[in-house]
């Protein structure tokens, strides 16, 4: 079994649509979460980056996580055709700074959003 | 700034030859890594360095050397390439020691006859 489970869709939404993006995790260490965004052919770029347990938003993105059932969520709110891409969470963390030296990924969600 | 860059975008390699994957960064980050993404796998962990003259191993290190004589680069190193190297690369670097906040390269793409 994998540490970080991402269904890797793809997941197509019309243009305006909330889209819920989410991961599982095995690992109990994990404190640190992000999430990345990939367009086809390029280097992830870092969209979201949360500590702990909570919520964190910025503009039309929030990142949820909950530790006790392990899962961490992106939701988007207003979908736009530019948001078609592949989203990866990640994870670090674990005791003192050793832990946050390595990032543990899903395999990525695709999504589509269809004008 | 730059950024992370990373030479070359594409290399095709015969199975048994060797060489090296160039990462810049003008950031002046101390942390930087390298990660191979295959399909269905997601990004896994090669080698990474907290400083220059520090690097230590990831998930996926064999096949792999690096070193890091400046805080700028950090070049990898195929020694004798093999077709399950065939991947796409990404070189990355973050502020501190630490990986919350890393920028990624562009990525090469690499593949090995």
């Known amino acids: 079994q994998k540490e970080v489970e991402q269904d890797p869709g793809p997941l197509s939404v019309p243009e305006g649509a909330i889209v819920s993006l989410n991961c599982t995790y095995s690992n109990s260490a994990f404190q640190y979460f992000m999430w990345y965004r990939q367009y086809s052919r390029k280097g992830p770029e870092l969209l979201m980056y949360?500590?702990?347990?909570g919520n964190k938003e910025d503009g039309r993105f929030t990142a949820q996580v909950d530790k006790s059932s392990k899962y961490i969520s992106l939701f988007i709110r207003d979908s736009q055709p530019s948001d078609s891409a592949t989203y990866l969470c990640a994870m670090s963390g674990g005791p003192m700074d050793t832990g946050r030296r390595a990032l543990t990924f899903g395999s990525g969600t695709r999504l589509q959003v269809q004008p | 700034n730059a950024g992370v860059t990373q030479t070359p975008k594409f290399q095709v390699l015969k199975t048994g030859q060797s060489m090296t994957l160039q990462c810049a960064q003008d950031m002046n980050h101390e942390y930087m890594s390298w990660y191979r993404q295959d399909p269905g796998m997601g990004l896994r962990l090669i080698h990474y360095?907290?400083?220059?003259?520090?690097?230590d191993q990831g998930e996926v290190p064999n096949g792999y050397n690096v070193s890091r004589s400046t805080t700028e680069d950090f070049p990898l190193r195929l020694l004798s390439a093999a077709p399950s190297q065939t991947s796409v690369y990404f070189c990355?670097?973050?502020?501190?020691?630490?990986?919350?906040?890393?920028?990624f390269g562009p990525g090469t793409r690499l593949l090995v006859l």
């Open positions: 990355a670097s973050s502020r501190g020691q630490t990986v919350e906040t890393q920028y």
């Open positions: 949360t500590y702990s347990s």
């Open positions: 360095s907290v400083g220059a003259g520090i690097t």
